[in-house]
T-cell receptor, first 114, second 115 residues
Framework: GAGVSQSPSNKVTEKGKDVELRCDPI?????LYWYRQSLGQGLEFLIY????????KSGLPSDRFSAERTGGSVSTLTIQRTQQEDSAVYLC????????????FGSGTRLTVV | AQSVTQPDIHITVSEGASLELRCNYS??????LFWYVQSPGQGLQLLLK??????LVQGIKGFEAEFKRSQSSFNLRKPSVHWSDAAEYFC?????????????FGDGTTLTVKP
């Protein structure tokens, strides 16, 4: 597609429920990233996929968080047993895989856990 | 480890005034440096980037940034700010090694523009 698409744009869930956030990167981009942005905070790295390599999961805050990328394209971030502190905007970005090209970001998913 | 510091959390300037947003980085090799802008309710948009060559780089929307290796800085500037520039600005550093993967972002600077 023309840009990075994220869905849903907003999600309200009850504490303890599982949620799935979707990211559809730019066609041909080999790298895909998930970041989290809490209110008034910067960007917190979560996970990074590059081609067929094993993902860099070093930023996932707990084992309740997981992500997969199917067919080198669409990615799903799953949060199990959501907690109130998971409330944030989850941003997805894709890139050519060359660091110097920078990222193209989606508009994000605003997750609210009540 | 790479890191980025944006010393100013919030800056207010008058429309038409000049702007400088500060960014200091820490990286053990030649860095790739970026500035992104985030308008309310939107994702981040790449404004400009530096990876080699001329240390003064031009970006979109009339922004420029200067890489100063001796000061480990990559400050963003604009000669005359417009009301539409009100947004949050993020500086980021990425690895020279293309396998290094992710960029590290600063905490952002919120720009308010007074009429």
């Amino acid at each position: 597609g023309a840009g990075v698409s994220q869905s849903p744009s907003n999600k309200v869930t009850e504490k303890g429920k599982d949620v799935e956030l979707r990211c559809d990167p730019i066609s041909g981009h080999t790298a895909l990233y998930w970041y989290r942005q809490s209110l008034g905070q910067g960007l917190e790295f979560l996970i990074y996929f590059q081609g067929n390599s094993a993902p860099d999961k070093s930023g996932l805050p707990s084992d309740r968080f997981s992500a997969e990328r199917t067919g080198g394209s669409v990615s799903t971030l799953t949060i199990q047993r959501t907690q109130q502190e998971d409330s944030a905007v989850y941003l997805c970005a894709s890139s050519t895989g060359t660091v110097r090209d920078g990222y193209t970001f989606g508009s994000g998913t605003r997750l609210t856990v009540v | 480890a790479q890191s980025v510091t944006q010393p100013d959390i919030h800056i207010t300037v008058s429309e038409g005034a000049s702007l400088e947003l500060r960014c200091n980085y820490s990286y053990g090799a030649t860095p790739y440096l970026f500035w992104y802008v985030q308008s309310p309710g939107q994702g981040l948009q790449l404004l400009l980037k530096y990876f080699s060559g001329d240390t003064l780089v031009q970006g979109i929307k009339g922004f420029e940034a200067e890489f100063k290796r001796s000061q480990s800085s990559f400050n963003l500037r604009k000669p005359s700010v417009h009301w539409s520039d009100a947004a949050e600005y993020f500086c980021a550093v990425g690895g020279y090694n293309t396998n290094a993967g992710k960029s590290t972002f600063g905490d952002g600077t919120t720009l308010t523009v007074k009429p």
